[in-house]
């Protein structure tokens, strides 16, 4: 006979996910962005900030949810995608409506962005700070601000999409709750049954 398996499976760890961190990140990184660069008056400052926090908390709730249900969690991890992709195409139309370079992903600064494995609005400003130093103070905070928004989203994007498809892999391969119980209740009569026979 299998192993017993557990009614509820284990959920909620989403704090530990890279891909709920990094999407966080950009979204603390995207309040400042907003309250410095865009204007409350400006449609696109409510925008971003709510793609943004839309972001990480649809990985959070997916996660969850996905205890009792895991159709609930891959469509919550699949808004999370398509608010953090409105975010990206929100910054790269700030860089084109001020006149600012979107910088390649293997652009130096951005390289080094990637190397430090940055996980704090601390680590992310002291980037920040070491771009404009190095620009002489000539490239506009803005620029540096939002390329290195960018990078972080695409990142986030990459982890998350790799983590959906895991999850439809996994329901496809093991089910939901309710392929969970009737594995359950078949474990339960056959224990039964065996139990009876000795």
Known sequence: MSDPVSLLPKHGGYKHLLSYQVAELVFDITVLFCEKYVPVSDRTNDQMI???RSGFQNIAEGSVDSG??????IKLTGIAIGCMDELAKDYVKYLKRKKLEEWP???PALMDL??????????FRAWVQKVWAASRKKLPPDQIVA???????????YLTRKQLAALEKS???E?????????LRKEAREKQVHTDRQ
Do not use: D, W
């Open 50 to 52: 709510q793609s943004g």
């Open 68 to 73: 009792i249900s895991k159709k609930s969690e």
């Open 105 to 107: 992903p293997h652009h």
């Open 114 to 123: 990637k190397g430090r494995q940055v996980k704090s609005l601390e680590s």
């Open 147 to 157: 390329n290195g928004a960018l990078t972080l989203l695409n990142l986030a994007l």
């Open 171 to 173: 329901f496809l391969e």
């Open 175 to 183: 089910g939901g709750i309710t392929e969970r119980m009737y594995r």
